[in-house]
């Protein structure tokens, strides 16, 4: 059982920076391959990035290829989502999930567990 809880949302500016963290519980969170998703309301949930076990893989959405960097620090149980030059259409809620296979999933169902949700807004 793995429990997530994301952090490090808010309202930024277009063009700025934020950092999303999502902590674990359970130490199995090594074996976990890790995603984050985003959500509009009446929109099904979207891939924006994942990252494999071991951090050796790791998959991006095109439209925030070389603005977002995933990464993942074992040690702290911890997956982050280092979001720069932020656009309006980054506006969304962000949630972080864990999958089992330890592979860098691109689809939900793939995902096991998931974390509540972290809201970014990005308006001037």
């Known amino acids: 059982q793995v429990q997530l809880v994301e952090s490090g949302g808010g309202l930024v500016q277009p063009g700025d920076s934020l950092r999303l963290s999502c902590a674990a519980s359970?130490?199995?969170?090594?074996?976990?391959?890790m995603g984050w998703f985003r959500q509009t309301p009446g929109k099904e949930r979207e891939f924006v990035a994942a990252i494999n076990w071991s951090g050796d893989n790791i998959k991006y959405t095109n439209p925030v290829k070389g603005r977002f960097t995933i990464s993942r620090d074992n040690t702290k149980r911890t997956v982050y989502l280092q979001m720069n030059s932020l656009k309006p259409e980054d506006t969304a809620v962000y949630y972080c999930a864990a999958a089992s296979s330890g592979l860098e999933h691109v689809f939900p169902r793939s995902y096991d567990y998931w974390g509540q949700g972290t809201q970014v807004t990005v308006s001037s």
């Open positions: 359970g130490r199995a969170f090594g074996t976990y391959g």
